[in-house]
C-alpha cells in the first residue's frame, strides 16, 4: 500500500482548511442544509458572546473593586534592598527582619540586576487570620502564612518567594532554563549537604562517574547531554529498569497514564526485561534527569555567585545560547570550570552526620516512653 | 464533674468563639473574581453554544470526508487507509499504517470486511471563521465515524491533533500505536473498528447498543497486563479476605459483585443511562450527541465503566471464552443485543457479566451489613486491645 498515495488521498479530500473541506462534502452527503444552519448559528452567536464577555469582564471588575473597598485592610511598604513589602502596620519590623536576612544571602546572586527586583511586590503576613488583602497580579508574591505553621515555616517561604521573584524574571525567551530547574524558586541551597546526598545517592552512571571527577559526566547527571539523544547513556541498562520499577512501580504518573503506550512499555520494561521499553518509559519529557531540580538550580546559584557583578543579566542576555553556555556566561568562566567548582563546593558539603540516624530512634523512644508512662499508671484522667 | 468533662468543654467552647459563625473564605484570585454573577453566567452559556456548534460544524465536515475517502478508495490497492498531516513525517506515517496492518494481520482481517482507516486531524480543521480562537472542549478525545443506515459501511478512528503542542502528532502516535515490532508489541490500532474489519458491519440492533456506549466494551485487548499494573483491578484481596479494590467500580457494579442481575444487566445496556463523561466540564458534547448529525461512536473518555477499565476487555474476554465464531454470531445479529447475546453464548448477558466480574473482584456480601470478614476483624481487635487492657489493669491491681 502507497502510503503517500493515502495521504495526497486525505489532503484532497479535507484539503486541510475548512473552505477545501466545506467544498468536498457539498456535493456527497445530505448535510449541506446543516452546515449552512451550523455556520449561521455560529456567525449569529459570535457578537452575542463578545458582548457578553465585555458586559462579564465589567461586573467582575465592579465586584472586584467593591470587594476591596470594603474589606482591604490598611497596609504599610516597606523596602529592603530593591524589595518592596507591603505588610500591617504591626507586621513591618519582622518583615524587615525575616526579607532582610533573606536579602543577604539572595544579593550575591543578582548583583548588578538588584533592579529586575525592583518591579514585584511581596505581601507579607503572619497572623491567625489572613483575610483582607486584595493585592493580586502577575508582580505580587503572596508570602502570607498562618502563625499555626511557625517561624521556621515563614522562613521557608520567604526564601521560597525570593526565588519565585527571581525565576519570574527570566523572560520568555528562556523557558529552557524554567524548565530545567523544574519551574522551581531559584533560590540558593539553604544547605549544600542536601545537594551532596543527590549526587552521592543517585542510582546513575552520569552521577557516579561525576562524584569520581569526570566533568563531562557532571553535565550529563545535570540533564544537560552532550549530544543528542545522549540522555540514553546516563543510566545502565539495569538502572534503567531499577529505575523504571522503582519510579513507577505498579502505579504510572499522571504523565505517563495519560499515554496508554506507556503502560505497555512500563510491562516491558519490569516484566520482560527490554531495554528498548525502559528507554521508551524514562523517554517521557523531563522524568529521568539524574539529579534532582534543586541540585540542578543549586549550579544556577555557583554561576551567578561566582560571576558577581552583571551575572544575572548575563545569563538572560542571549536567548540563543543554551542552558550550558548560559550557564558559564554568567559565571565568567568555562562551562567545565564552573561545574567543577560546583563539584567541589558539593562535595566538600559531605554531611559529617548520618542523616538523623540516631536522633529518629531517640526521639521514638522518647515518645514511646512518655507514652507508656502515661498508660501505665493510675491517674485522675482514668474512666470510671 | 468530672475535671477533664470540664477542660473538653471549655475547649469545644474556645474552638467555637474562634471559628464560628462559619466563613466563606477562597484565597483565589480567580474564585473571588469569577463570582458568577448573571453577567457571567449568560457569558459562560453563550461560550458553551458557540464551542459547541464549532464542535459540529467541524465534525460534520470530518464525517464527510473520511466517509468519502473510504467509500471511493480502491479496494485492491488500499484494503485500509492511513491519513495524517500534510507534513508529517514518513517515519510517522510509515509506523501508523505498520500499526494497522499488524492488527489487521492479528485478527486475520486483511482484507477486512468493510473499509476501515485511521485519521489523524489538526484540531482546528473546518473551523468556521467565526468561531472563538479558543479550543473547543473534548478536542482530544479520540471518536470512532461509522457508516449511517443506507451508507456502505465503513470504520474510522479519528484523532485530533495539534500541530507544536503537547498533542502533536508524533506524541499522539505514540500513544496509538504500541510499538509493533516488539515483544511487547500490541495490536490494537483501529480499537473498536478492529471488531468491524474482522466481523463486518454489525446487526443494526447491535450497532445502535454499540453506538450508545456498548463501544466502550471493545477497546482493549490485553487484560492480563492492565491487571498487572493496576491493583484496584487484580482482584487482590486485603487481609482477612477484606475488598480492596472497590476504587474503580460504581455501585451499579458492586451491586452486579453482590448477585443482583438487574445491575449485571445494567452494566451491559449501557445506552439506557449515558453514563457522565471523564471529564467534568461544563459543555458536554455527550448531551448533543444523539441530535449530532454525526455518528459519533464514543470514546474510553465519554462512557465510565461501571467496572473501571476493565470493561474494555469485554470483546476480547468474550471472544477468548467462546470463540471468534459464536462472537460472529452475536455481533451480526439482527436480534435485540440481549436475546443475541444469549442466542450467541448460551447464557444470559446478565449472568456472564456477573461470572466475568466476579472472577476480576471476587464477590460481594449483599445487603447493608457489614460484611463477615469485617466483623470478625473488628472483633478480633477489640478482643487483642480489650485483653490487653484488662491484664495490664489486673496486674497493677
Redesign the interface.
Known sequence: MSRRGVLRLWVLATGLSGAAIVGGSLQAQETPASLEEIGRRIEALRPQVDAARRAADRADSRYADSLRIANQIPLDTVEVGPLRIATTPDQVELATELFGEAWELFHPLVRGSEHLLSDQLFVFRYAWRLEGVYLEGDEVHSVEMNRRYGMERMKDMVWSSLGKALLQTLPADASGLTDWVGRQPLSPPLDWSWVYRDLASTPSMASRRCYQGELSWCWEAMGIPAGEGGWREWYTPEERRLLVESRFGQHLTREARTLESAELMLHGCVVLGSDRACLYVLGVPAGSIPLEVSSRASLVAEALTQGGEGAFSRLIEDPDLSIKDRLALAAGVPADTLVALWRERTISARPRTHAGLLLSPISLLFWLILLLYFATRSTQWRLG | MK??LLILIALLVLVGALGLPPRF?D?S?WS????R????Q???E??D??QH??W??QR??????????LQS?NPS??????????N?S?SL??RV?QGV?LHLQAIEALPPKVPVGV?L??RN????????SEATGYMWIREFYVAREGEEPYCALVQPVDGAGYWGVA?TV??????PD???S?ANTLRICGFFARYGRPGSQVEAWLRDGGSHFGSGV?MA??R????QYSGQRGPFGLMTGYSSTSHTGIACLAGVNSACMEVFIKGEKRATPYFSRRWNPEEYLIES?VDFFGSRYLYGGDFGAMEEYIFTSLEKEFGVERFEVFWSSELPVLEAFQSAFGVTADEWVMSWARNLYGSVDRGPAVPVNAALLSFLTFGVFGGGALF?GRR?A
Open positions: 475535671r477533664y473564605y484565597a484570585w473571588r473574581n469569577q463570582h454573577g448573571a453577567e457571567r449568560r457569558y459562560l453563550l461560550r453554544e458557540i456548534q464549532t459540529r460544524y460534520v465536515q470530518w464525517r464527510d470526508s473520511i466517509s468519502k475517502a478508495r490497492n488500499h484494503p485500509y487507509l492511513v491519513a495524517l498531516p500534510a508529517t514518513d506515517e510509515a499504517e496492518r485519521f486531524i489538526p480543521a473546518g473551523r468556521h471563521s467565526s468561531s472563538l506524541r505514540d500513544n496509538l500505536v504500541f510499538a516488539g515483544d511487547f500490541e490485553n497486563r492492565r498487572l499494573f493496576y491493583l448529525p495490664l497493677k
